[in-house]
């Protein structure tokens, strides 16, 4: 039975949620509060990676971010703040930074991040929307002996799950990338990652959902809902008023502001991520992470993208020179040959990552809304999981069976 759905946000989650639901023949309708040019879907490394199956609430994590509180040019920042959101996050998150989350969210990860790699391969032999995809895996690159011993461990775990990993060489490395001096001791290849160019992707998604009737009300907020037992009735904007059967809440970093209007009270705050594009011939051919420094180098379609850092601080768009400066001085420890340019940092921008207290996604429905489904918390693998969480949303609301398990990624969930 076909229905009216109205995603609320219009970032990889929710444009790849309208993608399925308009498959299904539904009546698509997309809000967003922007023009859909920036923001996280655009900033990110591109990295559709399997590989990633450890969430970011992990052991050792909330250690080194006190450490690092204090170190303007660190790759995690988490601003303290009294403000009982960002209190309460905080003390799930800790709690959270165990042996027991890790194995219990190692399988439900791989697991979407698995399906949306299959699902990013099939929209792009269908020609339904364009973009630059690319299957060379991805590298992690060390500089310490300490830092590839961690490596080499997370290569065993990906093999146990059943997925392409290999340690190298540095000689064996140089081989892959024949063209480009490094400053490492050694590394491993992930060859079970893929990678893409974010904004071709987003920019054909678009072009591809109004060509197949989506309606889209962008530079429009949400500020309000009409909610009888348990269901929304209808939606208010600062423009008008929406009717619809479904609602999808695909908001990124900003959904905490539209579920506490529904007595749904989501743990998640804003994560900032940077990065700097540079158009100079690098010669890269394989993405590759810089394990010490967490920054992520990307070839893309006619450019090169450094991303990195993880900053904590609240919803705000400020640039901070400092991490973007230690972003482009991590790549050139690394890669000797390779410096940004003052004009590349100069235009460097960011994106807000949407971060929950256990490092999964919420997917599905709370028990307090009858007809919202929740898409949100992805962190930094919004990305990879992108093409799957638009489909399961797709599958609860159109009463399919869901392609995979989503107890883990329960909105109510405890922690």
Not at 250 to 261: D, I, V
Request: hydrophobic share 40%; proline share 4%; net charge positive.
């Amino acid at each position: 039975m076909s229905k009216k759905v109205v995603v609320i946000g219009g970032g990889i989650i929710g444009l790849c949620t309208a993608y399925y639901l308009q498959k299904e023949g539904h009546q698509v309708t997309i809000i967003d509060q922007s023009d859909i040019s920036s923001g996280a879907s655009f900033v990110n490394a591109g990295f559709i990676s399997p590989s990633h199956l450890t969430p970011l609430a992990a052991p050792g994590v909330m250690k080194q971010g006190v450490k690092w509180m204090f170190n303007a040019k660190s790759p995690l920042f988490i601003k303290p703040s009294l403000d009982a959101d960002f209190l309460k996050w905080t003390w799930a998150f800790y709690k959270s930074c165990t042996d027991k989350n890790v194995q219990k969210a190692i399988k439900p990860i791989k697991e979407i991040a698995v399906l949306g790699q299959e699902l990013y391969t099939e929209i792009a032999q269908s020609n339904d929307v364009h973009f630059d995809y690319q299957k060379k895996g991805l590298l992690v690159l060390c500089k310490t002996e300490k830092m590839l011993e961690k490596e080499v461990n997370l290569v065993r775990l990906a093999k146990k799950e059943g997925l392409r990993a290999t340690e190298l060489t540095v000689q064996e490395i140089q081989k892959l990338q024949p063209n480009v001096h490094m400053d490492i001791i050694g590394g491993v290849h992930f060859t079970c990652d893929f990678h893409s160019t974010p904004h071709e992707f987003m920019n054909g998604m678009v072009h591809h959902l109004k060509k197949n009737g989506v309606a889209f009300f962008l530079n429009e907020k949400v500020v309000d809902f009409e909610v009888k037992n348990k269901k929304i009735t209808q939606l208010k904007t600062d423009k008008q008023v929406i009717l619809a059967d479904d609602f999808v809440l695909a908001s990124g970093s900003w959904s905490p502001m539209l579920t506490k209007k529904l007595g749904i009270h989501l743990l998640l705050q804003a994560g900032k991520g940077y990065r700097i594009d540079s158009y100079k011939p690098h010669k890269m051919q394989i993405p590759a992470l810089l394990a010490e420094a967490k920054v992520a180098v990307t070839p893309m379609n006619g450019f090169t993208r450094f991303a990195g850092t993880m900053e904590i601080a609240g919803i705000n768009k400020k640039i901070n020179k400092a991490r973007v400066n230690a972003i482009a001085e991590a790549v050139t420890r690394y890669f000797p040959e390779i410096k940004a340019t003052k004009e590349e940092k100069n235009t460097a921008t960011s994106g807000l990552r949407p971060v929950s207290a256990d490092g999964l996604p919420y997917i599905g429905k709370s028990d307090t809304c009858n007809n919202l489904v929740i898409a949100t918390g992805h962190a930094m693998m919004g990305w990879s999981m992108g093409p799957a969480t638009g489909k399961l949303v797709s599958e609860i609301i159109t009463d399919k069976k869901t392609s995979i398990a989503i107890n883990s990624f329960h909105p109510d969930r405890k922690f």
